[in-house]
C-alpha cells in the first residue's frame, strides 16, 4: 500500500488515456474538462439504460417477467435463505454503508488522501438524492405477490435504494482500495467482493419481496452511472492537479 499522502500513479488504460488529453488539449482547465466530458458520456450510458428501463417499466412491459422471477424466487423460499438475506440486505442500507464510508472517509483524509475521502463522501450524499428524487417521480408500488419478509421497506419502490447505495458505496469503495493496493491479485479481490456483495444485496431485496427485478436493475444502472462519474471526475482532477502548466510530466501524483 502506498505512503500516506501518495497514491499509486492510474494504472491500466486510463493512465494512457489521461497523458493522451494532456498531449492534446493546452491547459489544465481545457484537460480536466475534456476529461469530465469524457465521464458525463460513460454516465449519460448509464442513464440511458436507466430511461429505457424505466420506459418499460411505465409502459408495464417488465411486469410478466417481474412476476414471474418474484414468484419463482418464493417457490424456492427457506427460513434458513430469510435469515442469510435478512443479513445480507443490510449490508446495502444506508446506515451500513453510511458507517462503512465515513470510517472509510476519516482515515483516508486523516492519511492525506483527501481527493479520495471527498469522493466517497460526495459519492453516497449524492446517491442518496438521486434515490429520493427518482423514488418521488416515478412513485410505483411496492410488489404485493407474498407476504415480505422484512418489516424495513419504506418509500417508493422503483428504482431499488439499497441496490443505489450498494453499487455506488462499494464500488466507489472498490476502486479506491484497487488504486492504493499495489498487488494485481488483491485487487482482483477487492473488486470481486464487492461485485458479490453487490449483487446479493439486489438479490435479497427481490427474495424479501420488497422489490421488483427491474427495480434492482434500475438501482443498478443508477448507481454504476453516478459511481463512474463521480471516480472519473476524480481521476481527472488528481493526475492534471500536480501537471500545471506541463500535462505531461512523469512525477509522481500527490494529494493535499
Excluded at 424456492?76 to 442469510?84: E, G, I, K, Q, V
Excluded at 422503483?158 to 453499487?167: E, K, L, Q, R
Aim: with cysteine.
Amino acid at each position: 500500500m502506498s505512503k500516506p499522502g501518495h497514491e499509486h500513479p492510474e494504472r491500466g488504460a486510463l493512465r494512457p488515456l489521461l497523458r493522451g488529453i494532456g498531449r492534446l488539449v493546452g491547459g489544465f482547465h481545457a484537460a480536466v474538462g475534456t476529461f469530465l466530458l469524457l465521464a458525463m458520456l460513460v454516465m449519460l450510458a448509464g442513464v440511458a439504460a436507466f430511461a429505457a428501463l424505466a420506459d418499460a417499466v411505465t409502459e408495464g412491459k417488465t411486469e410478466a417477467a417481474d412476476r414471474a422471477i418474484l414468484l419463482w424466487l418464493n417457490r424456492h423460499a427457506s427460513p434458513r435463505l430469510d435469515d442469510f438475506a435478512l443479513n445480507v440486505t443490510a449490508l446495502g442500507s444506508g446506515h451500513v454503508v453510511g458507517i462503512l464510508v465515513a470510517l472509510a472517509g476519516v482515515y483516508l483524509w486523516g492519511s492525506r488522501h483527501r481527493y479520495s475521502a471527498a469522493l466517497l463522501w460526495i459519492a453516497l450524499g449524492g446517491s442518496w438524492i438521486l434515490s429520493s428524487l427518482l423514488k418521488a417521480f416515478f412513485n410505483r408500488p411496492r410488489p404485493d405477490l407474498f407476504p415480505w419478509r422484512t418489516p424495513h421497506a419504506f418509500q417508493a419502490s422503483f428504482p431499488s435504494g439499497h441496490s443505489i447505495t450498494a453499487m455506488v458505496g462499494y464500488a466507489t469503495l472498490a476502486y479506491l482500495v484497487a488504486r492504493l493496493i499495489p498487488q494485481r491479485g488483491l485487487r482482483w479481490f477487492t473488486v470481486g467482493a464487492a461485485a458479490t456483495i453487490v449483487a446479493l444485496v439486489g438479490w435479497s431485496r427481490m427474495y424479501l419481496g420488497v422489490h421488483w427485478p427491474s427495480d434492482v436493475l434500475g438501482g443498478y444502472a443508477t448507481g454504476l452511472a453516478w459511481a463512474s462519474f463521480c471516480g472519473l471526475g476524480l481521476s481527472a482532477v488528481r493526475y492534471f492537479r500536480f501537471r500545471r502548466p506541463e500535462l505531461v510530466g512523469d512525477e509522481e501524483d500527490l494529494e493535499n
